[in-house]
């Protein structure tokens, strides 16, 4: 698109002139800022003169913004009119898609996390994953709203991309059927045995925290006096649900969040509502992983800050920082990151560096600045994201058990097993037999995986092959209950809550042993 030099000078020159002299001034030299307009320009026109091919000033400029936007931060974007369209249909359409949140880490798009229920979750993406190549074309250097224009279509439709995973020597392709994306906020929920209530949290939405206080009264009528949220792979949402959400559990009028930027309208203090007081005394447990961004580090931040919650996981994603949108001339949008969350404490949530994000944090609070907890003055540490009070990190799918989520090997054999077999009991765990029957299957659809691959990733197949088969059976409910009941992360909560009676034993509880994740 042409845009003609005189129209954008006013209103970029200024922001291209200071970006300039900015990054010469912090090298110990004085630049007058009228000089580098001058110079900006001199090189446009020397360009358009002389480059080898042809350009316009106009599309010089246009880089220049993109280039100069993006190199602020990975959420900083200058978009064009035909991105801005795709920006507003992205965030109030409805659209066929993979289902994952992404962002840019390192110049590379980045799976934040996979949603729940959705192609990309159910041919196993994961947090952490750099897509690297979508229908062949590698993706270096892609802005977040050429991905989403790509990555969407008509449902029904395929897209292939390639990822690279921390602890996977060799890149993974999948081939994803799009789908209409549909979120549950509260998508499962249950009493376990005993006292103990458990349930899905997947997004911060538009009443999201009136169905969680739903989930949970139902749950209470049943029952349960102590509670575990889980909330890993929840990539946030809206800041007032997150508030509302920590509400929940906390007395009125306690700090849950704070946005601070340059300037005074970006400084503000977020304090809990009344939202009634059926939770506020009892325990809770909140799940938490490399997914779990935005809204869900205010809700996990909060909690533990004020020594409410106990925090079980991995250290989450990291994604703290506030953007706003300035429409500009001629359908231009510009968005740039105005403030930062920080929690109670004072911590920063967002993660200015990414290189170590897939390593596990656990062993390097040496390099965080330590703050303390609110009530017990408990040591928690900054350096991006939430660190946990009881550190569970997953396993990694690894390259075998990629491969057969990406060729759908889980799924389909479960839907032919039906077929086959036909009923089977809720409670069924996945037997010899139907390991036996899984590797024929294979060998049928030949999809080659060795003896000794088969027998390594034996515990990773059994829970997936009985998530499938759950999820073809019962439901997606079957299969959220296949999972909970298999998850060794949600059965540590409970045997910690097990022993946890009121807030009292839970700070207790905090005090001796969180810190060393026992």
């Not at 509670?227 to 792979?233: N, P, T």
Request: some cysteine.
């Amino acid at each position: 698109m042409k845009i003609k030099t005189s129209v954008l000078k006013i209103g970029v020159v200024f922001v291209v002139g200071i970006y300039a002299a900015a990054a010469i001034a912090s090298q110990g030299k004085k630049y007058d800022t009228r000089k580098m307009y001058e110079l900006y320009f001199r090189t446009i026109d020397k360009i358009t003169k002389y480059y080898v091919d042809s350009v316009s000033e106009g599309q010089l400029i246009e880089k220049s913004l993109e280039t100069l936007v993006g190199s602020l931060d990975p959420f900083s974007e200058f978009m064009t009119p035909d991105e801005s369209k795709e920006f507003q249909i992205h965030t109030s359409g409805t659209f066929g898609g993979i289902g994952i949140q992404i962002g840019i880490r390192d110049n590379w798009l980045t799976v934040i996390a996979p949603i729940d229920g959705t192609p990309a979750q159910k041919v196993g993406l994961m947090a952490g994953d750099k897509i690297i190549e979508i229908n062949g074309k590698s993706t270096k250097g892609w802005k977040l709203t050429k991905a989403v224009q790509v990555l969407r279509g008509d449902p029904g439709t395929k897209v292939r991309i390639k990822v690279l995973r921390k602890g996977v020597d060799k890149p993974l392709e999948f081939e994803i059927t799009r789908a209409i994306i549909k979120i549950k906020n509260v998508p499962y929920y249950t009493v376990m045995k005993g006292d103990i209530g458990y349930v899905r949290f997947t997004e911060f939405m538009r009443n999201s925290s009136i169905q969680l206080r739903n989930a949970l009264l139902d749950m209470k009528k049943k029952g349960a006096k102590k509670y575990i949220v889980d909330i890993r792979s929840n990539p946030g949402g809206l800041l007032n649900e997150a508030i509302r959400t920590a509400s929940l559990f906390l007395e009125s009028g306690k700090v849950v969040v704070s946005t601070r930027g340059r300037v005074p309208s970006s400084i503000h203090v977020d304090t809990s509502i009344n939202m009634g007081t059926d939770f506020v005394d009892a325990p809770v447990v909140i799940l938490v992983d490399r997914g779990s961004a935005s809204a869900s580090e205010i809700l996990s931040g909060a909690l533990q800050d004020w020594d409410r919650g106990i925090i079980i996981g991995d250290t989450t994603f990291g994604k703290g920082s506030v953007q706003r949108l300035f429409p500009l001339d001629y359908g231009y949008i510009l968005k740039i990151t105005v403030a930062k969350y920080y929690t109670p404490s004072g911590r920063c949530i967002h993660r200015s560096r990414w290189e170590g994000f897939l390593e596990s944090e656990e062993n390097n609070k040496d390099k965080k600045l330590k703050y303390y907890t609110l009530v017990l003055k408990r040591p928690v540490y900054s350096g991006g994201g939430i660190s946990p009070d009881v550190y569970m990190v997953p396993d990694t799918m690894g390259s075998v058990v990629s491969k057969l989520l990406s060729k759908s090997a889980f799924f389909d054999f479960a839907v032919e097993y039906k077929v086959k077999h036909g009923k089977i009991p809720e409670n069924f765990e996945v037997t010899p037999g139907i390991l036996k029957e899984f590797r024929a299957y294979l060998r049928r659809r030949k999809i080659k995986i060795k003896s000794y691959e088969f027998r390594e990733n034996k515990e990773k197949i059994k829970k997936l092959l009985g998530a499938n088969l759950a999820e073809v059976y019962f439901g997606e409910k079957g299969r959220y209950r296949y999972l909970v009941s298999h998850d060794e992360v949600v059965k540590k909560a409970a045997r910690i809550l097990s022993n946890i009676n009121s807030i009292k034993d839970l700070r207790t509880y905090l005090k001796k042993h969180a810190q060393n994740g026992k």
